[in-house]
Each structure stands twice: as structure tokens, then as C-alpha cells.
């Protein structure tokens, strides 16, 4: 079946630009989380939603980051005012309620503010 | 910050079994062990998980200590395609999300 998805694959922005990150979980599941991977590090979450509801974004690292997930479904990651220190790659995952619990990571998104 | 500790790298030969160790001396009582890895420019994969009982799937095994302060990931026949970064995680419950280390990065050499 198809797995968590991400768009775009790439990104690359103009310090000072609004950027737009969006994630398709996979279908079903409940539980939806974003991280930060800066080079050469594991990811660093960021915020979690359950269903539509935000349940933690204590990870996020300013208040230009924002997260929604409006219908339970399909999240955008949304910074404004991109500084070159949000170069990362922003990786979105999905898990449902039941069963394990292990999380399904989509591949990514490469953002670079230049 | 990660609770857990691992080797910063480690290089197995293609077809051999390849042992991945885990420190975690202060996992919790409801604290599962998770194992990803992490392929260059793919978002991490799931391996395996468990709690105090050793596991297997079709990917990998997985052995805690009985006091379960640490274990080994196993790759039992390695191939080129097991080269990644390797994380070992503790979490409690579902909603939680999961603190990285740096992992291990593992190189399968021919």
C-alpha cells in the first residue's frame, strides 16, 4: 500500500520567503508527527498531531514555525520568514492507534534558504 | 537528549552477521526498545521493537539483557544494502515521539 508521502521533495527559498511543506499520512492513521534533520544528525522532533488535534509542538524551534492538520489527515509545516539556519530536511511520520505503534517516515523534504 | 548510547560506526563484511550494541542503563519498566535505520536520503525505516523479550522478523533480530540495560540488533546475513545509519530508541507509549541519537553508521564492505 502506499506509504507516507511528502511534497516537495525539494525546496529552495530565498531567506525571508514563506515556505510550505505538506504530508500525506498514510491512510488511517491517527498519529502524525514532524522532525528537523540538520546534516549529519538523527531528526529532532518537532510537533505531533492526533487526528486534528495539535497535542504537542514544544519542539518547534520559533514562532515562524506552524503546523495544521485541518481535517486529520493530510499537515502542512508552514515557516515564515525562512532564515539559512531552517536548512534541514523536514520529515513527516504517521502511525495508527493500534497495533505497534511504530511510526511510518515518509522520505523528506530538503529545504535550503539561501 | 537521547537515552540511549551506541558506537558512532562500525563496518561488517557483506554476508556475515552484522551485531549492532545499545546502552540504554536508565530505560523505565514500560519502556520499549525500537530499532530504525536510516538509508541516505530516505526518511528512517522501521526495523524491529521490543520490550524485554528477545524478537525477530523477517529483517532483524533483536536481544535484550535481561536487566535490559542494553541490546544488540542483529542483521544476520549483511548485504551492501544494509549500509545506513542505524537508531536505537526507548519510548513509552503511542504519542510519544521518538528522541534520536546519532545512531550508528553501519558500512557492509564487500
Known amino acids: 500500500g502506499a506509504g507516507v508521502s511528502q511534497s516537495p521533495r525539494y525546496k529552495v527559498a530565498k531567506r525571508g520567503q514563506d515556505v510550505a511543506l505538506r504530508c500525506d499520512p498514510i491512510s488511517g492513521h491517527v498519529s502524525l508527527f514532524w522532525y528537523q534533520q540538520a546534516l549529519g544528525q538523527g531528526p529532532e522532533f518537532l510537533t505531533y498531531f492526533q487526528n486534528e488535534a495539535q497535542l504537542d509542538k514544544s519542539g518547534l524551534p520559533s514562532d515562524r514555525f506552524f503546523a495544521e492538520r485541518p481535517e486529520g489527515s493530510v499537515s502542512t509545516l508552514k515557516i515564515q520568514r525562512t532564515q539559512q539556519e531552517d536548512s534541514a530536511v523536514y520529515l513527516c511520520?504517521?502511525?495508527?492507534?493500534?497495533?505497534?505503534?511504530?511510526?511510518?517516515f515518509g522520505p523528506g523534504t530538503r529545504l535550503t534558504v539561501t | 537528549d537521547a537515552k540511549t548510547t551506541q558506537p558512532p560506526s562500525m563496518d561488517c563484511a557483506e554476508g556475515r552477521a552484522a551485531n549492532l550494541p545499545c546502552n540504554h542503563s536508565t530505560i523505565s519498566g514500560n519502556e520499549y526498545v525500537y530499532w530504525y535505520r536510516q538509508i541516505h536520503s530516505q526518511g528512517p525505516q522501521y526495523i524491529i521493537h521490543g520490550l524485554k523479550n528477545n524478537e525477530t522478523n523477517e529483517m532483524a533480530s533483536l536481544i535484550i539483557t535481561e536487566d535490559r540495560k542494553s541490546s544488540t540488533l542483529i542483521l544476520p546475513h549483511a548485504t551492501l544494502r544494509d549500509t545506513a545509519v542505524y537508531y536505537c530508541?526507548?519510548?513509552?507509549?503511542?504519542?510519544?515521539?521518538?528522541?534520536f541519537g546519532p545512531g550508528t553508521r553501519l558500512s557492509v564492505l564487500p
Open positions: 530508541i526507548v519510548r513509552v507509549a503511542e504519542g510519544q515521539n521518538f528522541v
Open positions: 511520520a504517521s502511525s495508527s492507534r493500534q497495533g505497534r505503534n511504530e511510526q511510518y
